[in-house]
Nanobody, 117 residues
Framework: QMQLVESGGGLVQPGESLTLSCAAS????????MNWYRQAPGTRRELVAT???????NYADSVKDRFTISRDNTKKTVYLQMNSLKPEDTAVYYC???????????WGQGTQVTVSS
């Protein structure tokens, strides 16, 4: 059973930066598509960023040009660099791993990001 553990969340002021990490275990990390989702109170979970096994990336329009997703297959870790943070970025951020060939789908426990002055 794969495990995903997020870290790096916290409280920051608007305009500041934060980097989230998601460490995977018990999996062949490199073959998975990795996603970051977020969910604010009272809203649906939304896809923020994706990085494929081939390192192709995709972003939600709301974070494009501010967030960067990356992966280090040797460390089995995916990152989300978040710059120019806004109060509307406040949410619980979740790491997700998907292997489309088998339908495998794993989630981390989430890490809180709060952007407030």
């Amino acid at each position: 059973q794969m495990q995903l553990v997020e870290s790096g969340g916290g409280l920051v002021q608007p305009g500041e930066s934060l980097t989230l990490s998601c460490a995977a275990s018990k999996m062949i990390f490199s073959i998975f598509t990795m996603n970051w989702y977020r969910q604010a109170p009272g809203t649906r979970r939304e896809l923020v960023a994706t990085i494929t096994r081939g390192a192709t990336t995709n972003y939600a329009d709301s974070v494009k040009d501010r967030f960067t997703i990356s992966r280090d297959n040797t460390k089995k870790t995916v990152y989300l660099q978040m710059n120019s943070l806004k109060p509307e970025d406040t949410a619980v951020y979740y790491c997700n791993a998907v292997l489309f060939a088998t339908g495998s789908n794993y989630w981390g426990q989430g890490t809180q990001v709060t952007v407030s002055s």
